[in-house]
């Protein structure tokens, strides 16, 4: 009985954020990418994907996010010289792997606008990043990343959803990350060989990460040693966990949101750049390990998205 009446009033309070919510129509294309549960939904791979579907198709994207777990409260735009701390580790990771523009910040549409008076262009596109319930911008093109157990949870606080499977009917594209879509990992350096008994796979992402070692652990040749922390774990407390680790590991594979938090970013552009087939070396007070960067894709069908791309974008060239 109380958790129903704990669902009613979130979904109560939902409804009533959306009805007095005013939205800002901006004068250039926005796609939303967002989800009905809260974290571990692949948006990020996805973001990255529709940047780079973006800019070889010769448009500007622009990606508008809040920042998840950041310590600033100032809106910032990502660049080489930009503290994680200061970002957040995803809006990073985006920025370290497009190149692209990240607008940080809890007013996003404060910051597209402001973007906007300086960079007017025919080429923009906006990305809205976990923007599915973001009531404050029109967008033109809702995208929506979905898990098969979406459909038998519950509404927060009782369960994971911020809103029912029947929300769906909003979005232009529903991707099931169990049928329609799925992630793919591979490894920045190559012709390395790896020990088994000093190799450990290193992640802070949400969710169950156990198809991700599994990949590793094939791209590799053996299963891995594997290690998972919190999600959007601190620079300063993944320092310390990784100082309490077994004496004879010395070799991490660390996705990119891992290793933002440890290295600088003209480290990492510059090893994307130049050193793939070498490792990263790290220090820790002392001890020394041998880096390999992951890196995390989505592989899905495109057509039906650039389909609707092709169709909506018309309205805003010129």
């Not at 927060?156 to 990350?177: I, M, W, Y």
């Not at 198809?211 to 299963?223: A, K, T, V």
């Not at 040693?225 to 320092?239: A, M, N, T, W, Y």
């Not at 891992?258 to 001890?287: C, M, P, T, Y």
């Amino acid at each position: 009985m109380l958790k129903t009446v704990l669902e009613k009033a979130y979904a109560w309070g939902t409804r009533l954020d959306r009805a007095f919510t005013k939205p800002t129509r901006l004068p250039t294309f926005v796609v939303s990418v967002g989800n009905l549960a809260v974290g571990g939904r692949a948006k990020t791979p996805l973001v990255i994907d529709l940047i780079r579907f973006f800019q070889k198709e010769g448009y500007e994207p622009v990606v508008l996010t809040r920042g998840y777990g950041r310590k600033s409260k100032l809106a910032i735009e990502v660049g080489p010289s930009t503290q994680v701390e200061d970002a957040g580790d995803e809006p990073f990771e985006i920025y370290l792997r497009t190149q692209a523009k990240v607008l940080v910040g809890s007013q996003r549409t404060e910051n597209a606008l402001r973007y906007l008076k300086k960079n007017s262009s025919s080429k923009n596109v906006f990305i809205l990043d976990d923007g599915f319930q973001h009531w404050a911008l029109e967008r033109d093109l809702d995208i929506v990343l979905i898990k098969d157990q979406d459909f038998s949870d519950r509404l927060l606080p009782v369960g994971r959803l911020r809103e029912s499977s029947a929300a769906l009917k909003r979005a232009d594209l529903v991707l099931n990350l169990d049928k329609d879509c799925h992630k793919k990992t591979s490894l920045s350096t190559k012709e390395i060989v790896f020990s088994r008994e000093q190799t450990m796979a290193i992640t802070t992402r949400a969710g169950s990460q156990d198809r991700y070692f599994e990949d590793l652990s094939q791209i590799i040749g053996f299963p891995l040693q594997r290690k998972e922390f919190q999600d959007h774990l601190s620079g300063e407390v993944l320092r310390k966990e990784l100082l309490k680790l077994n004496a004879e590991i010395n070799v991490l594979i660390l996705g990119m949101k891992e290793a933002v938090k440890l290295f600088s970013a003209d480290e990492l552009l510059h090893h994307d750049l130049i050193h793939q087939k070498d490792f990263l070396n790290l220090n820790l007070f002392g001890r020394e390990f041998q880096v390999c960067l992951s890196k995390l894709d989505l592989e899905w069908d495109r057509s039906k998205f650039k389909a609707l791309c092709e169709q909506k974008l018309k309205g805003f060239q010129t």
